[in-house]
Structure formats: structure tokens, C-alpha cells
């Protein structure tokens, strides 16, 4: 079963970066062979989709909040996708989840990936 790994998460003040990595082995047609999002949620919210990069990294969609300051990229031989966050709120705190597996459509529907790694907390103080 794949699972992905999540890591970067942490403490930072606000306007401040952080970078956020995901990597996932045992993927059936390789980590280059899926589209990836960030997804994030906080208690008592549902899961909110951030970012999206396709499988070969030319195509990008970001929910309205993060434009501008979020950057999602992948590097397919190292297996990875990163997400760049600048310009931190403390409403970007949150758990943040990698998604792999994309089934198709609405690429914010949390029903549409397969496999979900288990989150990093971003927390960003004022």
C-alpha cells in the first residue's frame, strides 16, 4: 500500500517561509505517473484542497487564498513534491496533507485520491 510521507511543517512567525515535502513509494506506475495536491485542515473544518501539480510538473492550480504565496513544484527523479509557502498568516495554520492518486476531476474533492499521508502541522504565531 503507498503511503505518503509528509515533512517541513513547523513553528514560524508570521511573514515568514516554510517548505513543505512530500515523497511516496510503492506507487503502481511510479511517483512520476501521478498528479499530487496539498490539502489542509483544522479542527472542526473540512479538508481544504491548497495545490495541485500535475504528474509531469507543467500544470498548477492553488485555491484562492494561497495565490501568490504558495509555490508547488515536484522533482520526479528525487520522488518528491514541495510546496513553498511565503508570506505565512496565522489562518495558513493548519495540518497539512500530501494527496497521490488523483482519479480525476474536481481536483479539490478529497474523494478523488487514492492515498493520503498522515499530515505535518504548519503554526504560524503573530
Known amino acids: 500500500q503507498a503511503r505518503p510521507v509528509e515533512s517541513g511543517g513547523g513553528l514560524v512567525q508570521a511573514g515568514g517561509s516554510l517548505r513543505l515535502s512530500c515523497t511516496a513509494s510503492?506507487?503502481?506506475?511510479?511517483?512520476?505517473?501521478?498528479?499530487i495536491a496539498w490539502f489542509r485542515q483544522t479542527p472542526g473544518k473540512e479538508r481544504e484542497g491548497v495545490a495541485f501539480i500535475n504528474s509531469g510538473g507543467s500544470d498548477t492550480y492553488y485555491t484562492d487564498s494561497v495565490k501568490g504565496r504558495f509555490t508547488i513544484s515536484r522533482d520526479n527523479a528525487e520522488k518528491k513534491v514541495f510546496m513553498s509557502m511565503d508570506s505565512l498568516a496565522p489562518e495558513d495554520s493548519s495540518m497539512y496533507f500530501c494527496?497521490?492518486?488523483?482519479?480525476?476531476?474536481?481536483?479539490?474533492?478529497?474523494?478523488?485520491?487514492?492515498?493520503w499521508g498522515k499530515g505535518t502541522q504548519v503554526t504560524v504565531s503573530s
Open positions: 510503492g506507487l503502481q506506475f511510479g511517483f512520476g505517473g501521478y498528479a
Open positions: 494527496a497521490v492518486g488523483f482519479l480525476g476531476g474536481a481536483w479539490k474533492d478529497t474523494g478523488l485520491y487514492r492515498y
